[in-house]
Every structure is written in structure tokens, then in C-alpha cells.
């Protein structure tokens, strides 16, 4: 089935959602989940994990690091680092998923240090690696955005999406079956592009309590920025795919909205993601139109503008730690802590742990001049964000790399073209 064939029948399914002129139904949300599901060619039912861990270590004091993969799509494995305080609080602990931008991984510096500081709130972090990047690159290589070629088969941008929101899912499901986690506590964090692939996310498995979203979220209509990204592997070619949707922006955070709670952090100067032409009033009047579709505000997203910032992960900063505290229920971190928690730069920790800020992300509007709550993290390195040895990853290469899943996914857009 071509994806405009596909498009075509979800449109015969979903006539009465492309203007809805009431609150949606329980039943239209379901509906909704599931043609957005296979739109993006999500597996129904989502893969069994069977999660691997390869060890432990410590990667700063009173943090213990985990070293696991566990399944997604065709059976290939996504290699993750978890974290979590040594001293495991009383009773299960909440969790937190990190989905990273472009060209960023497990090894990037913000994941690490979002994996330590949290892991010190008592919550356990996972961090991975998206497809194409770090161990789940063809040549276990680091930044090389190689998801981002294109393929020139209709309905591959459409799966590429459904991969990565997949992996979220999957995520979900791996920490859900951990015994130190609350599955009832699960927060997904995106930037960039992973803000993107965390609002689908979020809107496709009910099961995640909280989304926050930072350089990004400011979904937007046809044509718009979203739908005219050059990143059409991952960007503009899924969301075009749930052009069937109508309202896109309403519908897919009414979707959130009936899961849990959102919180959308931008810089008002983030050109990245269009941020200038995306200011308060859009959002208002997102929220609005979210708002009569939900039925009330119960779930409906908040937003928070860091005036003069750009493009920059600021989940780390106290008015983030502050909202996921509230939603989460950090057992070692109530409110009152989090206002007394000391606050460095990112330019002072680079300079302090000899992390090389580049030339963008040394700017003040970016990475250095986010105002972070200090965590005592520490400089990692790729081996230690690894979680096989190079020996070890070349022995398994065919379960996690980029060319395996291209390969199979194109085999099965290929079977399915050939049958309709």
C-alpha cells in the first residue's frame, strides 16, 4: 500500500475528525491513536523487549550507571544507559526517558548530565542512542545524523518516524517491566528533533504521565515549519503523513492531553524551530483550540519562554527540575530542595570538568549559558556510554545498525506494495 493510498483510507475512516465541531470522545482518541499508529507504521503490537544488561558502573559518586539493550523494530536492539541513585529510595522510583536532537546520542553531554542529575533527584534516567547514532551507526560513529538520508520510497520518511517514536514506546515498556520503576511515573523528555518525536510519542502510548518538550513543540499547520523541514526522514515527511488528522496541532495534543501533563520550554530568540513566529500568542491560541477539543483544560499543555535563549536542551534548569518534581514526585528532591539546589553555568561546568564547548554551543544564547542545576557531573566518555566493547559491537553489529533496519523496512514497504 502506497502512502497516499494509505493516507486515503485513514481519511475514509477519519472523515469527522478533519474539523470537529465537538469535545472528542473517548472513543475518537482511541480511534485517533490507532490511525496514527499505522500511519507511521508502529508494530500493533509493539515488540517484547527482551532487555540484555552487559554491567554496571559509577560514573559519579552516589550514581550507579547500567549498561542494557533491549528490542524495537525486526528484532534489531537499541543500546541504552540507565542511571539511578546508588542509595535506591523507599519504594519504586519514578523514570525518565531522554530523546535527543539531531545528531545527539547517549555520549552527548547533555544526556549524561541529565542522567546524573536526576538519578541524584531519585529517579531512573535512560538515555539512547536514536537510530543511525553512536552503536546504532553503520561505522559506530558519533553526530553523523545518518537517519537523514533520504530514501526515495514514498512511505519511508513515514516509517522512519514510526521508528523513532517506536523507540520511545519501547522505552516505556522496558522501564515499565523494571522493579525499581513506577510505571505509573513515567516522564518522556525531547529536544529538537526529539521534541518532535516526544510529542507523537506522547500522543500515541497513554502510558507516559508526563512530556516535557524544550526547542520545539510549536507544532504548526500545512506548510508551516514542521511540514517544510529539510529533515524529511524524520520531520517534515511524518508529520505530513498525519496530514489526515485535519487540525494536526489540536488533535495530537488533545491526544497528550488524555494521557497526562505537558510542559513546553522554548527561547523566545530559537530560530531553529521558528520560535519568532511562534511566540505566546501561537501557543494561546493552540492551547484554545486544544482546549475545546479536550473538553476543559485538564492535561492541556503549559509553556515557558526563557527570554534572549535559543536552541538549547534548558530541562536541566530549576524551573524544568521544578515541573517534573510536581509531576513526578522526586523522593529525594521535594520542592523546597529544588529552590535551595545550587546553579552553575554550562560554560562554568565545561571549563570546570574540560568539556570542549564548540563553536555554537559556547555561544551564551546556547548550551553555555544555560542556568543548570549543578549535579557534580562529571566529564563522560564515548567508552563509557558504550555498552558493548568495539570487539563485542562488531560480533552484534547486524542487531543494532542503521543499514539493518533500512533493509528490512524496505523489504516490507516492498511486500506491501507488491500485494495491494
Not at 513543540?217 to 505530513?240: F, I, R
Not at 563553536?359 to 546556547?366: A, L, T
Amino acid at each position: 500500500m502506497t502512502l497516499s493510498t494509505r493516507i486515503t483510507a485513514l481519511l475514509l475512516l477519519g472523515v469527522a475528525i478533519a474539523a470537529p465541531a465537538q469535545v472528542a470522545s473517548k472513543k475518537q482518541v482511541n480511534q485517533w491513536r490507532t490511525q496514527m499508529r499505522q500511519a507511521l507504521f508502529i508494530p500493533n503490537p509493539l515488540p517484547a523487549v527482551q532487555p540484555e544488561s552487559y554491567g554496571t558502573f559509577t560514573p559519579a559518586p552516589g550514581i550507579v550507571a547500567e549498561r542494557v539493550s533491549y528490542r524495537s523494530e525486526y528484532g534489531l536492539r537499541i543500546p541504552a544507559v540507565i542511571y539511578a541513585p546508588a542509595t535506591k529510595p523507599k519504594g519504586r522510583q519514578p523514570a525518565i526517558i531522554v530523546v535527543n536532537g539531531h545528531g545527539g546520542d547517549k555520549s552527548s553531554w547533555y544526556a549524561y548530565y541529565t542522567g546524573v542529575l536526576y538519578a541524584r533527584a531519585g529517579a531512573v534516567v535512560l538515555t539512547y542512542d536514536p537510530i543511525g547514532e553512536g552503536e546504532r551507526n553503520d561505522d559506530h560513529k558519533y553526530g553523523t545524523s545518518e537517519h537523514d538520508k533520504i530514501i526515495d520510497v514514498p512511505t519511508m520518511p513515514a516509517r522512519m518516524g514510526g521508528l523513532m517514536v517506536t523507540d520511545v514506546m519501547q522505552a516505556v515498556s522496558y522501564l515499565s517491566q523494571r522493579p525499581d520503576v513506577d510505571a505509573h511515573r513515567i516522564a518522556v523528555m525531547g529536544f529538537s528533533m526529539g521534541s518532535f518525536i516526544s510529542a507523537l510519542a506522547g500522543a500515541a502510548d497513554p502510558r507516559i504521565h508526563a512530556l516535557l518538550l524544550t526547542g520545539g513543540g510549536d507544532l504548526d499547520g500545512p506548510g508551516g515549519y514542521w511540514d517544510a523541514s529539510h529533515a524529511v526522514m524524520c520531520q517534515s515527511g511524518p508529520y505530513k503523513a498525519l496530514s489526515f488528522l485535519g487540525d494536526r496541532p489540536a488533535v495530537l495534543y488533545t491526544m497528550n492531553a488524555r494521557r497526562g501533563t505537558t510542559f513546553i520550554l522554548n527561547g523566545t530568540n530559537d530560530t531553529v524551530v521558528d520560535i519568532p513566529h511562534h511566540e505566546q500568542d501561537f501557543f494561546d491560541a493552540m492551547r484554545q483550540r486544544v482546549i475545546a477539543l479536550n473538553g476543559g483544560s485538564k492535561g492541556v499543555f503549559e509553556t515557558l519562554f526563557d527570554p534572549g535563549a535559543s536552541h538549547r536542551p534548558g530541562w536541566i534548569a530549576r524551573p524544568s527540575a521544578k515541573w517534573l518534581g510536581n509531576n513526578l514526585r522526586f523522593p529525594n528532591w521535594p520542592e523546597s530542595t529544588i529552590n535551595q539546589l545550587p546553579i552553575i553555568s554550562i560554560r562554568a561546568w565545561a571549563a570546570k570538568v574540560g568539556y570542549p564547548l564548540g563553536k555554537s554551543s559556547g555561544r551564551e544564547d546556547r548550551d553555555a549559558g544555560i542556568q543548570s542545576i549543578d549535579g557534580d557531573v562529571p566529564l563522560m566518555t564515548h567508552e563509557q556510554t558504550d555498552v558493548l566493547s568495539m570487539e563485542k559491537w562488531q560480533e552484534r553489529k547486524s542487531e543494532f545498525v542503521y543499514a539493518n533496519w533500512v533493509k528490512a523496512a524496505l523489504a516490507q514497504a516492498n511486500n506491501e506494495g507488491s500485494s495491494k
